[in-house]
């Protein structure tokens, strides 16, 4: 997909920070753009400053999507499936930390459902569109911060129900999950249809951590820092890159760092736990 215009792309947590920066400079090129948003009320302002900056009119549109919910990802999958018959890159933007240990609704780590598995589900409900759309890209959000989880995932307590929480370990262990997911998903979809890869966005600017989830530690601390940060824009680069570069085409389960293939931890090589984490998210999405 070396030219997004007319392609059809979903991002998901568009409507702020790098979500936003990618979805408008997609939009700016060309493509139709699904921003999916569990705030309504921010999408829609993302989507009318999109529309104005870029000219896009209505290619850019956004959609309810609440990833601390299965329920609603299904409702955002079913809901695309039969308003679009392809789709030809889904973007796994939207990401967070949490402060303190805290369930969704499916009872599952707020953390490990929003990073990771409300993101498998949604690649995997979407997967005939994607297929339609061949050959489609997806792109996961991952970090460097995916190096911290050193000693891999802890398959026996995912949800951190028997480990002390920790913000960074439990962040950094669903990085880890982002890569392996689209290692995974890479042995397993014919890459002739679906490509799968991972980008590192950098440390950013944005609000990512200033929305009160992360304490005072995101209010105050972030800000101070911010001037050493990354644009959005910066941040935004290699997974539009990845979305849409011809250098990609076919390339499939690496993992980029300013348009470029990075190397991970040796956690993240590690197909068997790649193979494992596709099993057990099978599982806990109900997809099996």
């Given amino acids: 997909m070396s030219d997004p215009a007319g392609r059809t792309v979903v991002v998901t947590g568009g409507n702020g920070g790098i979500g936003k920066a990618i979805s408008s400079a997609l939009a700016a090129g060309g493509a139709r753009v699904v921003i999916a948003a569990r705030n309504q009320e921010k999408a829609a302002a993302a989507v009318t400053e999109i529309r104005d900056t870029t000219g896009a009119g209505d290619r850019v549109t956004t959609m309810p999507l609440d990833l ?18 392809r789709l030809d890159a889904l973007v796994n933007n939207a990401g967070l930390w949490m402060m303190e240990r805290t369930e969704t609704v499916d009872g599952h780590e707020w953390t ?50 028997r480990r002390r929480y920790g913000i960074f370990r439990a962040y950094a262990a669903s990085k880890l999950a982002n890569i392996l997911f689209v290692r995974e998903l890479a042995r397993r979809w014919a890459p002739d249809a679906v490509t ?58 690496g993992y980029y760092y300013k348009d470029t293939p990075a190397r991970t931890s040796a956690a993240a090589r590690d197909d068997a736990a790649a193979a494992r984490l596709w099993d057990v998210s099978l599982r806990l999405t109900g997809l099996a």
């Fill in 68 to 85: 601390s919910s299965f329920a609603s990802v299904r409702a955002f999958a079913a809901q695309f499936l039969a308003g679009h018959d």
């Fill in 112 to 161: 490990f459902q929003v990073n990771h598995l409300s993101h498998f589900l949604l690649a995997n409900l979407l997967r005939p569109a994607l297929q339609q759309g061949a050959p489609a890209r997806v792109v996961a959000l991952s970090s460097g911060a995916h190096k911290a989880a050193r000693r891999g995932l802890d398959f026996d307590d995912l949800d951190w129900e």
């Fill in 196 to 253: 799968a890869n991972a980008a590192h966005p950098g440390a950013v600017a944005s609000n990512f951590a200033t929305d009160g989830k992360f304490g005072r530690i995101g209010d105050i601390g972030i800000p101070l820092v911010g001037r050493f940060l990354r644009t959005t824009e910066e941040g935004a680069a290699t997974p539009v890159y990845l979305a849409t570069s011809a250098e990609v085409a076919g390339r499939t389960g």
